[in-house]
């Protein structure tokens, strides 16, 4: 079966979807967490494995860059691949004074500048949420493990370089961190009653600089966000 963006048979992903924005991170959890991982999408180079995790099966397959991309893949998964949940295991930037380097967020909600949900053509503004299920039992196993998290809002930036500035102002409204995202994943989940939930490292902070570190650094906090995920996953 072949939809736009993903040629794989019907049957070919897990119920849960685990989904970085990198391909190759997406190779990544497969070969480093998965049991026999199988290939089973590389339109665009854009990787989907599915494996087994514990005895479970699980799929993970990348996003690509901003709300567009996660929205085609997700829309695809969930409509046509008999996908239940994904979990987006993504990176983030920090605004917050709590909030530092390699910590976890566990979005809530989904604040955005984009224009996604105008499609719903709703008489007001959508507030794009997280599962409940799945953020509860996120918290849980952040607890369980002593991660460093939070739970809140994020915001999905459809600019990653923005003329008008870095976005600070959403964190007077006590939002934790921006991403590109989140906001489009919550907005399909919403329309086709599946279940969704960002988990996000953060890679980089606008308010303790001195504490931004190599790719390689951050690999094992991205490490721990992506184990959280997969026992999570259902
Ligand atoms: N902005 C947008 N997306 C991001 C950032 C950021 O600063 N850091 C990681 N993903």
Known sequence: ?????????????AKT???PGDPLRSEFIAKTFLENPVLVNDVRGVHGYTGTYKGKTVSVMASGMGQPSIGIYSYELYS????????????????HESIHVRD????????TNGNYASQYRLPGTFCPIADFGLLKKAAEECERIGARYSIGNIFSSDSF?????????????GVLGVEMESAALYCNAARLGKKALCICTVSDSLIHPEENTTAEERQK????MMEIALNIAE
């Open 104 to 111: 976890i967020i566990l979005a809530m909600g989904a604040c």
């Open 161 to 173: 370089y923005d003329d008008a500035g870095s976005g600070m102002e959403w964190a007077k409204m």
């Open 17 to 19: 979807v685990l989904m």
């Open 80 to 95: 046509f691949f008999d996908v239940e949940n994904i979990i987006r295991v993504g990176s983030c930037g920090s605004f």
């Open 1 to 13: 079966m072949a939809t736009p963006h993903i040629a794989a048979e019907k049957g070919a992903f």
């Open 221 to 224: 906090s991205f490490t721990q």
